[in-house]
């Protein structure tokens, strides 16, 4: 099973600013990577997959880029409603995991 | 517009079965150009995918070692719905569990409302 570790487990960030949130994954997965983003009480929304490809109606502020075992989710102007947790996800291999998750805190 | 609804009881005793159902509305469950899953949600375990089911002329299932045999999903494909079913649940299967839809690759794009099990005598 591919080990999915993601770092900071919280990013404290002012509005207008930029986040990068980082992902890294335990063997290769090639370019088989999604990130979701969660907010309380609400289920994951898909933002990103095929490592850079955003999902549909995502805004243009969020982005993905990396391959192999180390891959990068920026959001270039933090806007009030990015606040929440991030997620980062392979699927190259059986079964899909998760990281722990990226808290992005106002700061 | 897909839309997958959930149900099912928020408290299983401890040995006893979960079951829930997500039924689903803007697509067809033997599309085959789709896969259907359940995923679940705890502090402790964070988020893991446990199975998928699929139509490709036939039906196929994939599930998570973790939850090993005690894992069944069914579609039923005259109510246009899938179940979740898992034996013998301990405390630790206490979480959210989610159904979700991808689009031919394990990424969730369409996702249920969640439902809250407990597991607790």
């Known amino acids: 099973e591919t080990v999915m570790t993601q770092s900071p487990a919280t990013l404290s960030v002012s509005p207008g600013e930029r986040a990068t949130l980082s992902c890294r994954a335990s063997?290769?997965?090639?370019?088989?990577l999604a990130w979701y983003q969660q907010k309380p009480g609400q289920a994951p929304r898909l933002l990103i997959y095929g490592a850079s490809t955003r999902a549909t109606d995502i805004p243009a502020r969020f982005s993905g880029s990396g391959s192999g075992t180390e891959f990068t989710l920026t959001i270039s102007s933090l806007q009030s409603e990015d606040f929440a947790v991030y997620y980062c996800q392979q699927y190259d291999n059986w079964p899909p995991t998760f990281g722990q998750g990226t808290r992005l805190e106002i700061k | 517009q897909v839309q997958l609804q959930q149900s099912g009881p928020g408290l299983v005793k401890p040995s006893q079965t979960l079951t829930l159902t997500c039924a689903i509305s803007g697509d067809t469950i033997s599309s085959n150009s789709v896969a259907w899953n359940w995923i679940r949600q705890s502090p402790s375990r964070g988020l893991e995918w446990l199975g998928r089911?699929?139509?490709?002329?036939?039906?196929?299932?994939h599930y998570a070692v973790s939850v090993g045999s005690r894992i069944t999903i069914n579609p039923d494909t005259s109510k246009n719905q899938l179940s979740l079913q898992l034996n013998s649940v301990t405390p630790e299967d206490t979480a959210v569990y989610y159904c979700?839809?991808?689009?031919?690759?394990?990424?969730?794009?369409?996702w249920g409302q969640g439902t809250l099990v407990t597991v607790s005598s």
């Open positions: 063997q290769s997965v090639s370019i088989t």
């Open positions: 089911t699929y139509y490709r002329s036939k039906w196929y299932n």
């Open positions: 979700a839809r991808d689009q031919g690759i394990a990424v969730a794009v369409n």
